[in-house]
């Protein structure tokens, strides 16, 4: 097999496609920075219509052999990609610190175990799918899933390992093939799937790479219309692009974007926990799709969460993510750096008030202070759309109907966390209009439970059955008795 290989924090990573099998070199090729240092880290392959053409064929060519299989037959292929995976553990964790800037000990614990259950989750899982019956009296209802064909997912930047394999495990155990694009800011851990897939012994075809940009490689395989379906995750306008452009061959999308959840402290709330949870909205520099961002503050604790939280966020380190002290990292590139800048600068001129930071941090170019604003307007920019930094905002309420219809008010409506007393935090919870809200807590996730959001947050549900659902072509066979 052709091999290449950057050699990016110690680790030999390939900046090839993955296609048929096989790596495959294309050009021209774009530069891959650290988002750590600026440091170039070499160049990646951009997946032209040839590359693009070639992914879906063989894709195509392996789905009848793949899809014949059962999921028990299927289950020891993902097992041992599974495998592989945990055998590239460090691997992992280097490249994607240093091509997307995410905390190590946060892939060390978090990401790497959780892309490894996303795998081998969804191939136990997908034993329990097949014919599922209806009984009535006049018939049997077979209910199948059955796989639906050939599978694009594409990928953010914050969270590469994390989404690809929370898609490609449901696609793959359900009998899908499928083609990854990753994000051409942070490829590198999906290229390193490539050579788990390929040591795990994955039929050819059933699982391909094409790097490449959004603009060029990403919509030129959306578009195609031999695609069964379309996984996204990223932002609402490449979201509607997608939608238009898949759309107009009727080929589903399952759309999982951006946010602008609350962060609601009710009176009745445990402050300091409060308080402690609202400091881990900067983890990731703040680029977590699900983290509450708008404070919502009971205005009778509002000094009290403020000097509480203060006390939390002064403590935070920003630094090199690499470094284990380290809680809140750099920011993905110049672009965003400026853009959350920008919307600083915004707010400021309209008004709004500076709790904490609201400037480039010193550690270095890439880096920005956590900051906090308030004395914002409902209609404000900064509370209206994802400023996806370490820029939070927080406002206060007297009421909890005035509660409610803040927390409803923006477009968004992925997640949120509520804390209070728990009946009435979990009052309001109910009446918040997102996919999934915490209580008391943030982050619980469970890969049986639905994830997606509502509103311009997204289009579907992931996880668990809802995964399959989406992957597969439901139908019934109809047995009369
Ligand atoms: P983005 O939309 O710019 O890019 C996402 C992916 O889409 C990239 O791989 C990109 O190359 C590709 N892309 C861009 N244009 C395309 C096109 N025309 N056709 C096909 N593909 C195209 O998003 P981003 O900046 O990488 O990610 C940040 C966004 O992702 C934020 O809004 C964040 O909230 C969201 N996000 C959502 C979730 C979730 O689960 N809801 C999780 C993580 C991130």
């Known amino acids: 097999m052709l091999t290449e290989n950057l050699t990016v924090a110690g680790h030999s990573v390939s900046p090839l496609h993955y296609i048929n099998g096989q790596r495959v070199a294309s050009s021209p090729r774009f ?14 392959c951009e997946g032209g219509a040839e590359q693009v053409q070639a992914a879906i064929a063989a894709a195509q060519n392996a789905f009848p052999a793949w899809s014949a299989l059962t999921a028990v037959e299927r289950k020891p292929y993902l097992d041992r990609f599974t495998f592989e995976i945990g055998q590239r553990a460090e ?25 490894m259950l996303n795998i081998s989750w969804f191939a136990e899982h997908a034993l329990t799918l097949q014919d599922r019956p209806i009984e009535t009296e006049q018939a049997t209802h077979l209910v199948r899933h059955d796989p639906a064909g050939v599978v694009v997912i594409i990928t953010p930047w914050n969270a590469p390992l994390m989404l690809a394999t929370w898609k490609l495990g449901p696609a793959l155990a359900a009998g899908n093939t499928v083609i ?103 983890r990731n520099a703040g680029q977590v799709c699900l983290a509450g961002t708008r404070f919502l503050v009971h205005s009778q604790v509002r000094d009290a969460f403020v000097a509480a939280m ?46 904490w930071g609201g400037a480039p941090h010193p550690f270095g170019a890439q880096y920005y202070q956590p900051t906090m604003l308030t004395n914002l307007r409902q209609d404000s920019e900064i509370v209206q759309n994802e400023v996806f930094g370490p820029v939070l905002t927080l406002q206060t309420f007297d009421s909890d109907e005035e509660l409610v219809a803040m927390a409803n008010g923006t477009d968004y409506g992925l997640g949120g966390v509520c804390y209070g007393e728990v009946a009435h935090a979990t009052a309001i919870a109910q009446q918040v209009r997102t996919g999934f809200i915490w209580v008391n807590s943030f982050g619980i996730r469970d890969l049986a439970a639905p994830f997606g959001g509502i509103k311009r947050s997204g289009v579907g549900r992931e996880g668990g059955d809802w995964s399959f659902e989406f992957f597969c072509d439901i139908k019934d066979v109809v047995v009369p008795k």
């Not at 992992?92 to 614990?109: I, K, N, P, W, Y």
């Not at 094409?210 to 932002?235: C, E, I, M, Y």
């Not at 692009?241 to 009710?266: D, H, M, R, T, Y």
């Open 310 to 355: 203060r006390g939390y966020v002064d403590k935070l380190k920003v630094g090199d993510p690499r470094d284990a002290a380290t809680e809140v990292g750099p920011i993905i590139h110049p672009r965003q750096v400026e853009r959350v800048q920008g919307f600083v600068e915004c707010a400021l001129a309209d008004g709004a008030e500076l709790l």
């Open 31 to 44: 530069d891959l920075h650290s988002p750590i240092d600026q440091s170039l880290l070499g160049q990646v």
């Open 91 to 115: 691997a992992f964790c280097q490249l994607e610190s240093t091509d997307a800037g995410v905390l190590l000990s946060r892939m060390a614990h978090g990401v790497v175990p959780r892309a």
């Open 180 to 282: 990854v694009k990753p994000p051409e800011w942070a490829p590198l851990t999906s290229s390193l799937l490539a050579d788990c897939a390929h040591a795990a012994g994955l039929p050819p075809g059933v699982f391909n790479i094409v790097q490449g940009s959004g603009a060029n490689t990403g919509a030129k395989l959306v578009s195609d219309p031999r695609l069964a379906r379309v996984s996204f995750t990223g932002s609402v306008p490449t979201a509607k692009w997608i939608a238009q452009a898949a759309g107009a061959n009727l080929v589903p999308c399952s759309l999982e974007l951006g946010g602008k959840s609350p962060f609601i402290v009710l009176q009745d709330a445990d402050i300091d926990n409060a308080a402690a949870t609202g400091a881990l909205m900067y």
